[in-house]
């Protein structure tokens, strides 16, 4: 059975430029990198943008229920239970702002942390390699080997620019 | 010949070749990124390993001040688990016999409990949006002291959410508060400003939670690969599977831009709304249009007075003197004195007001106030709320005493309570029918809940501090990189920003701020 990922250790920001470098001289797609580190790494390092997040369609969609159950909660329960005060509208304006407002900012909330949630839980593919060494100061690159690849020759081109192979210590989501 | 598996000695010594410089016309961050993408760019090797030296004695103290426990801090504990067991007996006193155990009386029926209830809900202001806004503003000296200004917020709106329930006397109908429609058909009144208040604190609540959160979590996948057995589980669990990648921090940096964003005017709504429970009425002294920036301005002074108190105590506690330096108090005391004024301009505009316009009421309130049974508590609060920041934190040598800041942090605060006080308490007693003046005096229970509170939001922070990394270590270490990304040329130069700069002294991490 054919590896599925290739893992080194490299050495700060430099190693990861180098490194990312081979990895484009080979052909390596960007969506088959990950660089893992214990702080987040500049674009300039990177050469770009890492994958994009869906993050921001979460917020969209919760902003949309939070206002929907917004008036609904204000206005529609106005309607469907209305009490009739001599003198007074069934339907106010100004307090139902205040509610719908709140709700608004309240599904955003809870949306964006939802799809943070479920973006950084659910990783496509399963588990994926991981060392503890990262959380305290190491950084690596794995790369998940593309189909018209083959592992030795990932490796060989990291190991050429300084990388050290490294085996991985546990799997995570 | 070097040895292509070995890195070069020096980073820097390795040139590329010409072809790959970018033309002159590209922006400054589009240059750096073309040129470290290539390699062209050669950061400093030393740094790095004394960045690695000083990361690791940040590490060092912040785990290490999460894994040892003192008797003191036993003894600290035991003894605000007894007064927090005090509060909770007052409470079931008052549940068994009624809210008559209580000093609410006509004309006061919101006494100690809600004037409680207001000042939390200003403590846990200051928090999230002393953090939001550093963050909006890219500060970089906010990076030590975010996480223990937002855990302070969460803790202040857990403690002041207590209030509204206690306040009922029935707590246990507090669920006819949540919007579920039921068979006759009532749903809670959404024109009442009560209901504002719930949901108001319900989003606020939610919001500073994931606020503190979001960025807790590298700092718990850090506990995770550093701990074992139930702790490890834990963490694992909370850290979401954080494993570094640069997908994660990017959704993380969104999330947290997103959140920055949304949370301030969350604040200033919830506040906003806490005011127009006293501003919707017809009640002299309550009454009033400038109420709601009034109490976003007074949270905010009670707030930033509170977080100093914090920053103090977990300094000291902790052993945070390296991260949480005299210049974040110094600074912290520059935004203390420029709120005082604020507030102390709100004040006035109020005072002014009413005096001038001579309206009997108004007048009457105020001579109760000044001269009358309220005199004491007046003055104490003119004094400590205007006097003493004025004639203290203009000094430079005051704002970078830990002990000095301490005790006129603490006195704001106690200035600020009374503030509250004489708005909740002190007005109805002297309310448009002068039949039915009268006065307040709180009940064993009121005194004994209200103090337990205070008990109980140093509790909760104890137990956090010795759970989560209460310096965001990634915020940190980043602060730092940052620092070396704009010398390097890495990220965009912005002059105006102070620098943190990381200096090793024989391997011991000193996390000195200069402008």
């Given at each position: 059975?054919?590896?599925?990922?290739?893992?080194?250790?490299?050495?700060?920001?430099?190693?990861?430029?180098?490194?990312?470098?081979?990895?484009?001289?080979?052909?390596?797609?960007?969506?088959?990198?990950?660089?893992?580190?214990?702080?987040?790494?500049?674009?300039?390092?990177?050469?770009?943008?890492?994958?994009?997040?869906?993050?921001?369609?979460?917020?969209?969609?919760?902003?949309?229920?939070?206002?929907?159950t917004g008036?609904?909660f204000s206005i529609?329960t106005l309607?469907?239970y209305?009490v009739?005060v001599?003198?007074q509208?069934?339907y106010f304006a100004p307090p139902n702002i205040i509610i719908i407002y709140e709700l608004t900012m309240f599904?955003?909330?809870?949306?964006?942390?939802?799809?943070?949630?479920?973006?950084?839980?659910?990783?496509?593919?399963?588990?994926?390699?991981?060392?503890?060494?990262?959380?305290?100061?190491?950084?690596?690159?794995?790369?998940?080997?593309?189909?018209?690849?083959?592992?030795?020759?990932?490796?060989?081109?990291?190991?050429?620019?300084?990388?050290?192979?490294?085996?991985?210590?546990?799997?995570?989501? | 010949?070097?040895?292509?598996?070995?890195?070069?000695?020096?980073?820097?010594?390795?040139?590329?070749?010409?072809?790959?410089?970018?033309?002159?016309?590209?922006?400054?961050?589009?240059?750096?990124?073309?040129?470290?993408?290539?390699?062209?760019?050669?950061?400093?090797?030393?740094?790095?390993?004394?960045?690695?030296?000083?990361?690791?004695?940040?590490?060092?103290?912040?785990?290490?001040?999460?894994?040892?426990?003192?008797?003191?801090?036993?003894?600290?504990?035991?003894?605000?688990?007894?007064?927090?067991?005090?509060?909770?007996?007052?409470?079931?006193?008052q549940?068994?016999?009624?809210i008559?155990?209580t000093?609410k009386?006509r004309p006061v029926f919101w006494g100690l409990y809600i004037t409680s209830f207001v000042f939390w809900i200003g403590?846990s202001h200051?928090?999230?949006?002393?953090?939001?806004?550093?963050?909006?503003?890219?500060?970089?000296?906010?990076?030590?002291?975010?996480?223990?200004?937002?855990?302070?917020?969460?803790?202040a709106l857990m403690i002041g959410g207590l209030f509204p329930i206690i306040h009922l006397g029935r707590a246990w109908r507090f669920y006819w508060m949540i919007p579920i429609p039921n068979?006759r058909g009532l749903w809670p009144n959404f024109r009442s400003p009560l209901m504002w208040d719930l949901l108001a604190i319900l989003t606020y609540i939610t919001?500073?939670?994931?606020?503190?959160?979001?960025?807790?979590?590298?700092?718990?996948?850090?506990?995770?690969?550093?701990?074992?057995?139930?702790?490890?589980?834990?963490?694992?669990?909370?850290?979401?599977?954080?494993?570094?990648?640069?997908?994660?921090?990017?959704?993380?940096?969104?999330?947290?831009?997103?959140?920055?964003?949304?949370?301030?005017?969350i604040a200033v709504s919830v506040h906003s709304i806490v005011s127009w429970d006293f501003g919707m009425t017809q009640l002299?002294g309550w009454h009033s249009?400038?109420f709601a920036?009034?109490f976003v301005?007074?949270a905010?002074?009670?707030?930033?007075?509170?977080?100093?108190?914090?920053?103090?105590?977990?300094?000291?506690?902790?052993?945070?003197?390296?991260?949480?330096?005299?210049?974040?108090?110094?600074?912290?005391?520059?935004?203390?004195?420029?709120?005082?004024?604020?507030?102390?301009?709100?004040?006035?505009?109020?005072?002014?007001?009413?005096?001038?316009?001579?309206?009997?009421?108004?007048?009457?309130?105020?001579?109760?106030?000044?001269?009358?049974?309220?005199?004491?508590?007046?003055?104490?609060?003119?004094?400590?709320?205007?006097?003493?920041?004025?004639?203290?934190?203009?000094?430079?040598?005051?704002?970078?005493?830990?002990?000095?800041?301490?005790?006129?942090?603490?006195?704001?605060?106690?200035?600020?309570?009374?503030?509250r006080?004489?708005i909740v308490v002190?007005s109805p007693?002297?309310n448009?029918?002068?039949?039915?003046?009268?006065?307040?005096?709180?009940?064993?229970?009121e005194?004994?809940i209200?103090?337990?509170t205070?008990?109980?939001?140093?509790?909760?922070?104890?137990?956090?501090?010795?759970?989560?990394?209460?310096?965001?270590?990634?915020?940190?270490?980043?602060?730092?990189?940052?620092?070396?990304?704009?010398?390097?040329?890495?990220?965009?130069?912005?002059?105006?920003?102070?620098?943190?700069?990381?200096?090793?002294?024989?391997?011991?991490?000193?996390?000195?701020?200069?402008?």
């Amino acid at each position: 059975m054919s590896e599925r990922f290739v893992s080194v250790r490299v050495q700060g920001e430099q190693g990861v430029a180098l490194a990312l470098q081979a990895l484009r001289e080979i052909g390596v797609p960007r969506a088959c990198i990950e660089v893992l580190s214990d702080v987040p790494l500049p674009e300039a390092v990177l050469g770009g943008a890492m994958k994009a997040t869906k993050l921001r369609r979460f917020t969209f969609t919760g902003l949309v229920v939070g206002l929907a159950t917004g008036v609904f909660f204000s206005i529609g329960t106005l309607f469907l239970y209305p009490v009739l005060v001599g003198g007074q509208p069934v339907y106010f304006a100004p307090p139902n702002i205040i509610i719908i407002y709140e709700l608004t900012m309240f599904g955003i909330v809870a949306a964006t942390a939802a799809g943070f949630i479920l973006e950084t839980r659910r990783v496509k593919g399963g588990p994926r390699p991981y060392w503890p060494a990262v959380s305290h100061g190491e950084t690596h690159v794995v790369v998940e080997v593309p189909p018209d690849l083959v592992a030795t020759r990932i490796r060989a081109a990291l190991l050429a620019r300084g990388a050290e192979p490294v085996e991985p210590e546990e799997q995570l989501p | 010949m070097p040895d292509p598996l070995q890195p070069p000695p020096n980073w820097s010594v390795e040139q590329p070749p010409a072809p790959s410089i970018p033309p002159t016309e590209a922006s400054p961050e589009e240059e750096a990124r073309a040129l470290t993408a290539t390699g062209v760019v050669a950061l400093p090797a030393a740094t790095e390993a004394e960045l690695g030296t000083v990361d690791r004695a940040l590490e060092a103290r912040v785990f290490g001040s999460m894994e040892t426990i003192s008797i003191r801090y036993v003894l600290v504990m035991m003894l605000l688990l007894a007064i927090v067991g005090v509060g909770l007996v007052a409470w079931g006193w008052q549940l068994y016999h009624g809210i008559g155990v209580t000093g609410k009386r006509r004309p006061v029926f919101w006494g100690l409990y809600i004037t409680s209830f207001v000042f939390w809900i200003g403590i846990s202001h200051s928090g999230t949006l002393v953090s939001a806004i550093l963050r909006v503003l890219n500060v970089e000296w906010r990076r030590p002291l975010t996480r223990v200004a937002e855990a302070m917020t969460l803790f202040a709106l857990m403690i002041g959410g207590l209030f509204p329930i206690i306040h009922l006397g029935r707590a246990w109908r507090f669920y006819w508060m949540i919007p579920i429609p039921n068979e006759r058909g009532l749903w809670p009144n959404f024109r009442s400003p009560l209901m504002w208040d719930l949901l108001a604190i319900l989003t606020y609540i939610t919001a500073s939670s994931l606020f503190l959160f979001f960025p807790l979590v590298p700092d718990l996948a850090a506990a995770r690969d550093r701990s074992r057995g139930l702790r490890r589980r834990l963490y694992r669990m909370f850290s979401l599977g954080w494993r570094g990648t640069q997908q994660q921090w990017n959704r993380l940096h969104l999330g947290m831009r997103i959140f920055t964003i949304v949370v301030i005017p969350i604040a200033v709504s919830v506040h906003s709304i806490v005011s127009w429970d006293f501003g919707m009425t017809q009640l002299e002294g309550w009454h009033s249009t400038v109420f709601a920036p009034y109490f976003v301005i007074g949270a905010i002074y009670s707030g930033v007075a509170a977080l100093i108190t914090v920053l103090v105590v977990v300094r000291r506690g902790m052993h945070f003197e390296d991260y949480l330096t005299l210049r974040h108090l110094d600074r912290m005391g520059k935004v203390l004195l420029a709120v005082a004024a604020i507030w102390f301009f709100f004040w006035w505009a109020g005072f002014l007001t009413d005096w001038y316009g001579g309206n009997a009421e108004a007048k009457e309130l105020q001579r109760v106030h000044a001269f009358g049974a309220m005199a004491p508590l007046f003055w104490t609060m003119i004094a400590v709320n205007v006097a003493l920041p004025f004639l203290t934190l203009w000094f430079r040598r005051v704002r970078m005493s830990p002990a000095a800041m301490l005790v006129i942090s603490l006195l704001i605060n106690v200035g600020m309570w009374i503030e509250r006080f004489l708005i909740v308490v002190g007005s109805p007693i002297r309310n448009a029918l002068s039949f039915d003046w009268g006065s307040y005096r709180p009940g064993w229970p009121e005194v004994a809940i209200a103090s337990a509170t205070v008990a109980a939001f140093a509790l909760l922070y104890l137990v956090f501090s010795k759970t989560v990394p209460l310096i965001s270590l990634w915020e940190v270490k980043e602060g730092w990189r940052v620092d070396r990304w704009r010398r390097t040329g890495v990220i965009e130069v912005q002059s105006d920003v102070p620098v943190v700069e990381p200096s090793s002294a024989a391997g011991v991490a000193t996390a000195e701020v200069r402008a």
